[in-house]
């Protein structure tokens, strides 16, 4: 179990935590409509919520694509986000020198997938002593996934979420196996898993170099993972996602969030609601 504020605490065998904002930040009106929206339907269905946006998309496939406001901007975004609504806040790092700066505004650190193994980063994010997310790579097998957590506990921090947010199967196409979370449970010492499903529904365009998307199909993929049982959801929505500045095919459109969340909570209250059942 994770500890990331007074009240929220993630667990695999605890009620799931909405880990939900926008991709990134494209404003701070925007994350602030966003933020005001999530907690009311969170705060209604008695959800426990954590905000989370990007500062910088350092990833994105063509340097002319929009990247965000950048780290001091968007620290200061957060801080009025913490100010305003009262949520902790989760964000990616992905250079050395951002971790502890970070750090002291945000309540969870990310560590980026296509960055997961990068032992320096590993190390600078563990010293901060901050819970980190650590995104399963699309190139991984979910039992490799404990070999990250190994350097993690070896640099000093045990205080660790797992993501899966899909793996490329061939070429230009994700897949989530829904097999693997148990996997991660198994290898990992049974670390809090949380589903990422906005980027599960990626789809790439190879001639393209922006992502596609197949938010047409996230109820699907939603109930599917966290019928397995699973300690949060990662979720990303937008007012318009036609005119969001990043992956906005796999964005949920903001004004369905609480129809969404009410079948994920029922969803999610119904499979925890069992008992144990271990078969060997």
Do not use: W
Not at 6 to 25: C, H, K, M, T
Request: one cysteine or more.
């Amino acid at each position: 179990m994770i500890k990331i504020a007074e009240n929220i605490e993630v667990s695999n065998s605890a009620p799931f935590v909405l880990f939900g904002g926008i991709n990134v930040l494209e404003s701070e009106q925007l994350a602030l409509t966003a933020c005001e929206e999530y907690v009311r339907v969170t705060e209604k269905l008695g959800i426990p919520y954590v905000f989370k946006a990007s500062f910088d998309k350092a990833n994105r496939s063509s340097i002319h694509s929009y990247r965000g406001p950048g780290m001091e901007e968007g620290l200061r975004i957060f801080e009025k986000v913490k100010a305003e609504f009262g949520v902790p806040v989760i964000t990616d790092v992905h250079e050395i020198y951002q971790a502890a700066p970070v750090a002291e505004v945000v309540d969870v650190l990310q560590l980026p997938a296509f960055l997961a193994r990068q032992t320096d980063l590993v190390v600078a994010l563990a010293k901060t002593g901050k819970p980190v997310n650590i995104k399963k790579p699309q190139f991984l097998s979910p039992s490799q996934m404990q070999n990250i957590v190994h350097k993690f506990k070896e640099a000093g921090n045990d205080q660790l979420i797992l993501c899966d947010r899909g793996t490329c199967m061939g070429y230009d196409n994700l897949v989530v196996d829904m097999l693997g979370f148990g996997v991660m449970k198994r290898t990992c010492e049974n670390l809090p898993i949380i589903f990422d499903v906005t980027h599960a529904l990626q789809n790439r365009d190879p001639s393209g170099a922006a992502s596609g998307g197949r938010r047409d199909q996230v109820v699907d993929l939603a109930r599917a993972g966290m019928g397995v049982g699973l300690a949060g959801l990662f979720l990303e929505a937008h007012p318009n996602p036609d005119q969001a500045k990043c992956d906005g095919p796999s964005a949920l459109p903001l004004d369905k969030l609480e129809p969404f969340l009410a079948q994920i909570k029922a969803l999610d209250d119904l499979v925890k609601s069992f008992p144990p059942l271990v078969i060997s």
